[in-house]
């Protein structure tokens, strides 16, 4: 968090967040895609024990940016 030179704007940062977590998830390099996802997206079978606790762990992240300081990322995780 910073403040501006006359304290009127608090900044919250967050790019260190959004640039470590695909790391932290072993995602490696991710792609861009669109929003909204304009198709179903279908799932090869139930999830192993490690991609169900990855892909818990990615929403987590995702709900936690939402609510802290990304509004505009609101929309792709609604």
Not at 16 to 38: H, Q, R, V, Y
Not at 56 to 65: N, P, S, Y
Request: aromatic share 8%.
């Amino acid at each position: 968090m910073s403040l501006d030179v006359n304290y009127r704007c608090i900044y919250l940062p967050m790019s260190k967040c959004i640039s470590t977590t695909p790391k932290m998830l072993e995602f490696g390099k991710l792609k861009e895609s669109a929003t909204p996802i304009s198709q179903e997206i279908h799932a090869p079978g139930p999830l192993d024990y490690k991609l169900h606790k990855t892909a818990m762990m990615a929403m987590g992240c995702l709900v936690w940016l939402v609510n802290t300081g990304r509004p505009d990322a609101a929309f792709a995780h609604s």
